[in-house]
């Protein structure tokens, strides 16, 4: 939670970091150098940011190693070795969610459902039965947290997350087009129309500790066994997480990221804004897909994927290369003389 007027050496303090000048003085939150006032902490981590500082009034400022910070004006700063790594100790300090402790009386909880000490639980959420919630949880408006859910500790969802929804699963009595589709590699589809029958979800969710979950995101309950999320994941918005996925440890999956159903992800896996994942993957540790690529096949460790069908980075740039000179070889081409 926010903290009112935080003296300089102590935010340095805090978060490991050096300080001068009249380090007593205190600040009450954070600005843009150009916009701060004088009871803001202004973030100049740059020298490109440096001339914004005398637009605005700020006495202290977090600034770059070795900046003169008596030149740009000020009474105080911060220096930041590690600019976005300082940020999230700084923001964390001085965050303010909105929420006060307890629950929203229009959330709708089911009897059963167990929620550990100091949870924030907004408007319009509703947490259906048999569901465990750890500590510390900060769950914003309108999130929807279906049965059998387990959940650890200082879990955060934004609002309109869907956890615990039903997953998409459907079969046909004979097999369909798409199967056919799938195991002929698009040769023949000549299978009938014919109705789909749901298969039920009867497995859970579970989530580990110091999980996020981003505004209007979905993770889909398991067919019989449990979704899982591991232990320090963090999903951006409108990401969606199939039936029976497993996501390991400390992953990072960005916007509009789709995962299909069963497939595995290892940890520390980052997935760029807008990468899908087909069914049925194993996707190794330390994996990074670039933004937009869709992998069709499994991913040993430490592989940087990238493109559609996402192949090995170094592999897809050169192609790119190669495919950007070929109208100037076709020009050529046409040019030359008839053999």
């Not at 497995?203 to 500790?209: M, T």
């Not at 398991?222 to 390991?248: M, P, S």
């Not at 400390?250 to 990221?257: A, E, K, N, T």
């Not at 994996?287 to 096949?297: D, N, P």
């Amino acid at each position: 939670m926010a903290q009112a007027g935080l003296s300089v050496a102590d935010l340095a303090k805090a978060l490991r970091a050096e300080a001068v000048g009249d380090t007593s003085m205190t600040v009450a939150g954070l600005a843009e150098p150009a916009t701060a006032g004088p009871d803001d902490l202004a973030l100049a981590m740059s020298p490109r940011y440096a001339e914004a500082l005398s637009k605005g009034k700020a006495r202290a400022a977090v600034l770059w190693p070795g900046a003169d910070w008596q030149a740009l004006g000020l009474k105080a700063a911060i220096f930041a070795g590690r600019p976005r790594l300082l940020m999230a100790g700084l923001t964390q300090t001085f965050d303010n969610a909105g929420i006060a402790p307890g629950i929203h009386p229009s959330a709708v909880i089911d009897a059963s459902v167990v929620i550990g000490p100091r949870a924030r639980i907004g408007p319009g959420v509703t947490i259906g039965p048999q569901v465990q919630i750890g500590a510390d949880a900060l769950i914003h408006a309108g999130v929807h947290i279906g049965h059998h859910v387990t959940i650890g500790d200082r879990f955060i969802a934004q609002p309109g997350a869907v956890i615990g929804g039903d997953g998409f699963s459907f079969v046909t009595e004979d097999p369909s087009s798409v199967e056919e589709v799938r195991h002929s590699l698009g040769e023949t589809n000549a299978a009938p129309g014919q109705p789909w029958h749901r298969i039920h979800s009867l497995g859970g969710v579970v989530i580990g500790d110091d999980v996020e979950i981003g505004a209007n995101s979905c993770v889909d309950r398991g067919t019989i066994r449990a979704t899982r999320i591991g232990q320090g994941t963090k999903l951006d918005n409108l990401v969606q997480v199939g039936h029976n996925v497993v996501i390991g440890e400390h992953c990072l999956l960005c916007g509009q990221v789709g995962i299909a159903g069963s497939t595995k992800i290892g940890n520390h896996v980052v997935l760029g804004g807008q990468a899908g994942v087909v069914d049925n993957l194993t996707i190794g540790d330390r994996v990074v897909v670039a933004a937009g690529a869709l992998v069709l096949s499994n991913v040993p460790a430490g592989r940087a994927m990238m493109g559609n069908p996402a192949t090995e980075m170094k592999a897809q740039i050169a192609s790119y290369k190669a495919l950007r000179r070929l109208p100037r070889l076709l020009d050529r081409l046409k040019g030359s003389p008839p053999s």
